[in-house]
């Protein structure tokens, strides 16, 4: 059963720590993409990649946020230092070319 | 910048009418465009997507979608309370650069 995996799925942390989060997309995907959620914002769309090169990474605040392929089976979202208002749920989502894109569980952060 | 606006609802039908969910974006270079249903506290997952103007018909669903008024829409007939969800809008660019609206609470009235 084919599935985009994250982890961890619920993690609190205090402000100023360093949080990472890791999705191992659908094998033979070739693009990934990260999204955070809030009420407010709706979902954003914060990197993406295509052959784990960073594709677009404008909706991503550079001075706290990274976003790395390590490889075709890893990508990682780190943030530091965290801030409360980076409470939200990631989404990790891959697809194959322009075809669907299949997300993860999610990690739901929260920032205290 | 791409946008993707969608009426944030909350839209309520009652059981077995039609609900109709509308999407406009910005961005002329989409040429792919897929709808999302998420369920409370649930991650989303594909419903629906078109590629060429018209209609596409899929069991209860339907999508239209118009490039040159830059508008697409889903139809949901016979509405079941199962259908109560967030549905998602998201036109793709020829990157595949996949933006999302702010989505539709649909509520299914029993």
């Known amino acids: 059963d084919a599935r985009v995996t994250q982890t961890p799925r619920d993690k609190v942390t205090e402000m100023g720590q360093e949080v990472t989060m890791r999705c191992q997309p659908i094998l033979g995907h070739n693009t990934v993409f990260w999204y955070r959620q809030t009420m407010m914002q709706g979902l954003e769309l914060l990197a993406y990649?295509?052959?784990?090169?960073?594709?677009?990474d404008s909706g991503m605040p550079k001075d706290r946020f990274s976003a790395e392929m390590p490889d075709a089976t890893l990508a990682t979202l780190k943030i530091q230092p965290s801030e409360p208002r980076d409470s939200a749920v990631y989404f990790c989502?891959?697809?194959?070319?322009?075809?669907?894109?299949?997300f993860g569980q999610g990690t739901r952060l929260t920032v205290v | 910048q791409k946008e993707v606006e969608q009426n944030s609802g909350p839209l309520s039908v009652p059981e077995g009418a039609i609900a109709s969910l509308n999407c406009t974006y910005s961005d002329r270079g989409s040429q792919s465009f897929f709808w999302y249903r998420q369920y409370s506290g649930k991650s989303p997952e594909l419903i629906m997507f078109i590629y060429s103007n018209g209609d596409k018909e899929d069991g209860r669903f339907t999508a239209q979608l118009n490039k040159a008024s830059q508008y697409v829409s889903l139809l949901i007939r016979d509405s079941q309370p199962s259908d109560s969800a967030t549905y998602l809008c998201a036109p793709g660019a020829g990157s595949y650069q996949l933006t999302f609206g702010k989505g539709t609470k649909l509520s299914v009235i029993p």
């Open positions: 989502a891959s697809a194959l070319m322009n075809t669907e894109a299949f």
């Open positions: 990649f295509r052959n784990r090169a960073p594709l677009d």
